[in-house]
């Protein structure tokens, strides 16, 4: 049963993410339908528990490898100029869904306040994974594109960590304050120290000669690992600050194999985020989200049409953002693979230690996922209409072959009308002039099919 397993939950995330292409829907989805329907549960084609502990173990790497790929691609130049709403949705936004979450789980539910209170951190976190896919569909500014993905990039470790934290709470009731405060700053430490110390490696291996091409990037996966372990000895969940801290410190400087590196994480994400939700999803009984009745979907009204809006307006107010951009950051905010993860992780630690709440959070949290999916895909259809938002000046792009002082001038008054500027040229001095300039250098593989169709050689390019 293990191979068959194995075999299912990659033919169907590969099978889900095709469905999810072609209806332009995110991929989540199809992957919780297709592993509900043929999980244990459902079908029987595939069962989860039969993979054992290698299961736990898979989940783990394979938040480590998306948090890490987040962080390779979270966009610095733009999130320097949104640096305001996006602390605020990090720092007030996390304790008003934390707080309106265990409230409305408590209120509503019935839940006990212990699983409450960690079905409210386990709803900080919204799902880049989710997001990006809509967002790469989606007709709105460039302004709420940024707010939106870097607010869930760098909130996924937050609310990790954050669950963390409140199941140590759970399970360790009268512990100190501060013995748990000595634990954060240890947490926090190991996985900021030992994430920069592998983005510096990481570094040192994509610039050097000494491992070609081809290798490269699964030289920077291996660092990720084990990253990630040395980060999770030393201190329990820190791997997960580690793996983003490392994929920021790589995305921190422009270099060469970087563009390669994204596309290969890229991939490796696809298919460990199909799995994991074909596996996550096989586990899920669908008697634990009828059991809820209506008061689970109270919960999670709740959550859309009020916690959200609320944490928006109080996150964004003081930027003064237009009204129309603030009810687009109101309406998406759905929860993905991290808070999947993060609830079958908790959920399991509740059962072997025999605290009340375990299925209802892991039941309650999986409709979460569905709902807030399926209404920021139809937020993203209507709501650019009704907005008004008919062109995004983000997706102007120019292309300017050779670097020189015509293409130097074109190209800054293009990025002064909003424009996005590429500049190719085989020489590499004239890239880095052109990186000095401001404009944005292509990128290795762009360079290289053009060099394919034999750009060194030919004697007119237009």
Known sequence: MVMTTIVAAVALGILAQLAAERLRLPAILPLLVLGMALGPHGAGLFDPASLGDVLEVFIHLGVAIILFEGGLTLDFSHLVREREPVRNLLTIGVLVTGAGGAWAAHGLAGMPWPAATLFGAIMTVTGPTVIVPLLRHMIVPRRIKTILVSEGLIIDPVGAVLAYLVLQWIQRSGVPLGEMGAEVVLLVLTGTILGFAGGALAKFFLRTRFVSGELRNLVVLAILMLTYLGADRQASQSGILAAVVMGITVAADELPDLVSL?????QVTALVISVLFILLAGELDLASIWSLGVGGWLVVAVLILVVRPLAVVLSVWPSMAPWRERLVLAMTAP????AAAIASLAARDLVARGIAGAHAL???VYLSILVTGAWATAGAVVLPRLLGFLSDP???RAV???ENALTT????ILRRLEWAVVVIDTVPWRLERARGEG???????LLECCRAMGIDHSEVVM
Do not use: C, Y
């Open 394 to 396: 983000s997706r102007r």
């Open 400 to 402: 300017l072959v050779g």
């Open 335 to 338: 929860r993905g693979i991290v």
């Open 439 to 445: 404009l944005k250098p292509a990128p290795d593989m």
């Open 262 to 266: 994204r596309a290969f994480k890229g």
């Open 362 to 364: 892991e039941g309650l």
């Open 409 to 412: 001038v074109v190209g800054h």
